[in-house]
């Protein structure tokens, strides 16, 4: 006799949908890429904009010509290779083209910069009677925009082989003219004063 009951269930098969079975499965290493790609995407573009948010793009500086003689010799040569990158908040800038021989510039983020040139005359108010700044070392001579309407004031270097100028807006702190007597130091020896002789009356 035949036995037209149904089979007895196996207790060891499991019920799966033929769609899901027809799927591949996946496995936990690439559940795990899949969810930290997005993740590492999604940081990379904070990172990226966190970099931005601190190093702000900044245009060229532009820098017209001024007479320096001295612009392309070995000591103002010497002097750019040793200039620092940063000076407090201001970094070191690229210049617009033309750009001058013998010439630096650093901007901050307010977008205020400081400039300078190697291997200018002498300037011209720098005479015996000049008073002159001892900085770390190195002998300073100011000479004040004020005059001129300028929020700046430009300092010279007047005991080194060459004359270096250092134009700083007022309210930027020693720390330029600190780094750049650094720099003088590193690369030109020390020299004698030539200031100018008093004018007679």
């Known amino acids: 006799m035949n036995d037209n009951s149904a089979p ?10 033929e769609s899901a079975a027809d799927e591949p499965r996946r496995s936990p290493a690439m559940i795990a890429t899949a969810v930290a790609l997005p ?8 990172l990226a904009a966190v970099m931005v948010s601190r190093d702000p793009v900044t245009s060229p500086v532009g820098l017209g010509p001024v007479p320096a003689p001295e612009a392309e010799s070995t000591s103002c040569s010497d002097l750019l290779g040793a200039l620092p990158e940063d000076m407090g908040d201001f970094a070191r800038a690229e210049l617009a083209d033309p750009a001058p021989v013998g010439a630096a510039a650093w901007q901050a983020p307010d977008a205020s910069e400081v400039v300078l040139r190697c291997g200018l005359d002498r300037p011209a108010d720098f005479d015996q009677a000049a008073a002159l700044q001892i900085i770390d070392g190195v002998q300073w001579f100011e000479v004040s925009g004020a005059e001129q309407g300028i929020d700046a004031s430009t300092w010279y270097v007047v005991d080194r082989p060459v004359y270096v100028a250092l134009t700083v807006p007022n309210g930027s702190g020693a720390t330029p003219l600190q780094d750049i007597s650094a720099a003088v130091i590193e690369v030109l020896p020390q020299q004698e004063i030539d200031p100018a002789p008093i004018e007679g009356p």
Not at 8 to 17: L, M, N, Q, R, Y
Not at 39 to 46: E, H, P, Y
């Open 39 to 46: 993740v590492a995407l999604l940081t990379g573009i904070v």
């Open 8 to 17: 007895e269930p196996d207790p060891t098969a499991t019920d799966v949908p």
